[in-house]
């Protein structure tokens, strides 16, 4: 697809299915992150589709997305380094999918929302999300 082309196609629910079925199959083959994400994700085409809920509710405001993400990353070997690598990968990956527009405004939610979870998960030398007024995700608050 050219740049030209996602200059012209409307941002909608299916151009976010796209997004990340082209992203999560980055992620499942990459050296670093397809471990942690392979053993945790049972059944990748419901949990594709959960994402695409979550990224939708996020962006278009569908508001259809009801799980709690903060919860759903502890437990896992996930490192600080695993942040950078996802977001590399994701800009990627938007780059590819999106207009430049949209693009630029998903990494901006994504980098919110990595921030959010690495405090959360206390890969941020222990310091919560709530004491930096930064916003958690998944917490209803």
């Known amino acids: 697809m050219t740049s030209d082309t996602q200059d012209t196609v409307a941002l909608d629910e299916a151009r976010i299915a796209q997004l990340v079925d082209r992203f999560y199959a980055k992620v499942r083959a990459h050296p670093e992150l397809g471990p942690v994400f392979n053993a945790a994700v049972h059944d990748w085409d419901d949990h594709q589709r959960t994402?695409?809920?979550f990224w939708a509710s996020v962006?278009?405001?569908?508001?259809t997305y009801r799980g709690n993400p903060m919860a759903k990353h502890h437990g896992h070997p996930i490192r600080h380094e695993h942040f950078d690598q996802w977001l590399a990968l994701w800009r990627e990956t938007t780059a590819e999918v999106l207009s430049p527009e949209d693009a630029t405004q998903f990494n901006h939610y994504a980098e919110?929302?990595?921030q959010s979870l690495r405090y959360g998960l206390g890969l941020n030398g222990g310091v919560g999300a709530r004491s930096l007024g930064?916003?958690?995700?998944?917490s209803g608050r």
């Open 112 to 114: 919110r929302i990595g």
């Open 51 to 53: 994402l695409t809920s």
């Open 59 to 63: 962006a278009l405001k569908h508001g």
């Open 134 to 138: 930064l916003p958690v995700v998944g």
